[in-house]
């Protein structure tokens, strides 16, 4: 089985069936659902996501991601810090980086002063955190693939004399 296709079928759509799936595989019903499993079991497939769009779902809610500068610790470089800031419920996500910051952190929060407060009295004072910078998300265009107001969209591409 092209395992390969199979993850990239279920980025695109993980409501697929096994029998959906299978047959744009070329592979029997039973062949999809026990791959998954194995998938499921080796921690390549880790959970299973809707995509949303946040400003129809809700018109206040805000999304964040923050850039942190921080220092790494001996014998264990970022993975402390970043599992301090993980385990942050208002926490989407979190990324080491390479380049002029270290980490990306990813927030949901009810407001921008509800941002702007959890990155100043948790992020920036946690001990190692350098400095934050913070990029508030004001529109989405594209997201894993799924393009956001397509109906605005003009996918016939660019063309340069």
């Not at 993975?79 to 942050?88: E, F, G, P, R, S």
């Not at 508030?136 to 265009?141: D, K, T, V």
């Amino acid at each position: 089985m092209n395992t390969n296709k199979l993850l990239d079928l279920l980025r695109q759509n993980a409501r697929l069936s096994n029998a959906e799936l299978g047959v744009m595989l070329g592979e029997s019903e039973s062949a999809v659902a026990e791959e998954i499993s194995r998938l499921e079991r080796d921690g390549i497939i880790m959970g299973y996501s809707a995509i949303i769009d946040e400003e129809k779902a809700d018109e206040n809610g805000v999304t964040a991601i923050i850039e942190l500068k921080i220092t790494p610790v001996k014998d264990c470089g970022f993975d402390d810090l970043a599992h301090t800031i993980m385990a942050y419920e208002e926490v989407d996500s979190v990324f080491l980086l390479s380049g002029a910051n270290d980490l990306s952190v990813t927030i949901s929060g009810t407001s921008l002063r509800n941002v702007a407060l959890f990155v100043s009295e948790r992020l920036a004072v946690l001990d190692g955190v350098l400095s934050t910078t913070t990029h508030f998300i004001l529109r989405r265009y594209k997201e894993k693939g799924h393009i956001f107001n397509e109906d605005n969209f003009d996918d016939r591409g660019l063309v340069s004399p």
